[in-house]
T-cell receptor
Framework: DGGITQSPKYLFRKEGQNVTLSCEQNLNHDAMYWYRQDPGQGLRLIYYSQIVNDFQKGDIAEGYSVSREKKESFPLTVTSAQKNPTAFYLC????????????FGEGSWLTVV | AQKITQTQPGMFVQEKEAVTLDCTYDTSDPSYGLFWYKQPSSGEMIFLIYQGSYDQQNATEGRYSLNFQKARKSANLVISASQLGDSAMYFCAMRHDTGRRALTFGSGTRLQVQP
């Protein structure tokens, strides 16, 4: 089946640890995105990538890092520098060009313990 | 800067009735797209409908329609014949066709459909 796969679905992190969230898509999409959602709120952009080997910071990039070595993969690392990482993380992708639908993965819940 | 405003934190509607969810936006860019997504309690984001800034007609997708008033910068979602399964969070979002081209989201509206 085609789509966007995020893993793990649930993740617990100890304070001071880095964790990496996986996002893989087999839709041949050019652009990929990472969003963070806190309870009862909208989505905020962390990082985005419009082509392989290139990515830009979004609105809340501090404490996060990404890579885009392959077109189908856009992993997000939540570093120990992120002071409040407990949230729901959503990955998305789309084809370039106006009017293209942006599709989302099922999300990953990260909890700091 | 682009901004999306959803002024209704929560809405109730009776089953089989129509409901309108409000969305206003702010941008100086002439080329953009407006999206609505549904987020059930499971967390997934489900695409509902899209409206381009140059589209002359309002978009429709089954029971969903978008009331696009460009001069007023509003893009309200209309759900006809509400069903119990429509209970969810609904998000309005905008994406410019040039530059960053990432979605900017509103704060959402929680819709509850009552039997």
């Amino acid at each position: 089946d085609g789509g966007i796969t995020q893993s793990p679905k649930y993740l617990f992190r100890k304070e001071g640890q880095n964790v990496t969230l996986s996002c893989e898509q087999n839709l041949n999409h050019d652009a990929m995105y990472w969003y963070r959602q806190d309870p009862g709120q909208g989505l905020r952009l962390i990082y985005y990538s419009q082509i392989v080997n290139d990515f830009q910071k979004g609105d809340i990039a501090e404490g996060y890092s990404v890579s885009r070595e392959k077109k189908e993969s856009f992993p997000l690392t939540v570093t120990s520098a992120q002071k409040n990482p407990t949230a729901f993380y959503l990955c998305a992708s789309t084809l370039q060009g106006p009017g293209n639908t942006i599709y989302f993965g099922e999300g990953s819940w990260l909890t700091v313990v | 800067a682009q901004k999306i405003t959803q002024t209704q934190p929560g809405m109730f509607v009776q089953e089989k009735e129509a409901v309108t969810l409000d969305c206003t936006y702010d941008t100086s860019d002439p080329s953009y797209g407006l999206f609505w997504y549904k987020q059930p309690s499971s967390g997934e984001m489900i695409f509902l409908i899209y409206q381009g800034s140059y589209d002359q007609q309002n978009a429709t997708e089954g029971r969903y329609s978008l009331n696009f008033q460009k001069a007023r910068k509003s893009a309200n979602l209309v759900i006809s014949a509400s069903q119990l399964g429509d209970s969810a969070m609904y998000f309005c979002a905008m994406r410019h066709d040039t530059g960053r081209r990432a979605l900017t989201f509103g704060s959402g509206t929680r819709l509850q459909v009552q039997p």
